[in-house]
Structure formats: structure tokens, C-alpha cells
């Protein structure tokens, strides 16, 4: 399945990082929320050079699991970026992050 946010096609979204690749790129932090049709709302946008081993160890996964508490699933998709540069890709995390208002940062 892809999904788009802003200019930017993503992978996913993975129920688990497993499914991902240890790329670069930015990924983004969903919750499904089991109650409402499945929707899923965007918790966080990360960027990083391994993104799947950035996705399990980052210090936001405590406010990743807070905010989809009690409504549905934590997931994860991935754009990956392997040319791109690390400004490059932080020039992205900013763009969706002004884009959309994602509550953990």
C-alpha cells in the first residue's frame, strides 16, 4: 500500500519495523484507530539514515504509544531517500511536520 503526505509517497504503513529496510529516509509514525472506520491519524514524522533501527529505538516511542492508547495500533511508513543528504531529508521532516500538526516532535 502507498501513502501520500504533501509532495512525499510512502510505504506502509507496517504494523511492525520488521517489514522495513534499514534505508535512509523519513518515516512517519501513525495510529490506527480501531474504533473510527480505521482511520489513521499522524503521531510523528522522524528522519534518519537506518530507519528501521531509528523507528525502534527513538526517544519518541513513549509519546508514539501515548498517543494511540487506548484508540488503535501504532504504525509506520517509510519514503525512503538513500541519495538524498541528511539536510535534504530534515528539510522534509520540517516541510510535513509545518504541513501537518503531529503531536510528537
Not at 538524498?84 to 520540517?94: F, L, M, S, Y
Amino acid at each position: 500500500m502507498s501513502l501520500k503526505f504533501g509532495t512525499y509517497d510512502f510505504e506502509g504503513p507496517y504494523g511492525s519495523t520488521r517489514q522495513m529496510y534499514d534505508k535512509a529516509g523519513v518515516y512517519i509514525v501513525l495510529c490506527k484507530d480501531i474504533k473510527v472506520d480505521a482511520r489513521y491519524y499522524l503521531l510523528d514524522v522522524q528522519e534518519a539514515d537506518k530507519v528501521m533501527t531509528h523507528a525502534t529505538t527513538s526517544k519518541n516511542v513513549v509519546c508514539w504509544t501515548k498517543g494511540c492508547h487506548g484508540i488503535g495500533t501504532v504504525a509506520v511508513a517509510v519514503c525512503y531517500m538513500e541519495k538524498a543528504t541528511k539536510e535534504e531529508r530534515a528539510k522534509a521532516v520540517k516541510y510535513l511536520r509545518d504541513l501537518y500538526d503531529v503531536p510528537c516532535k
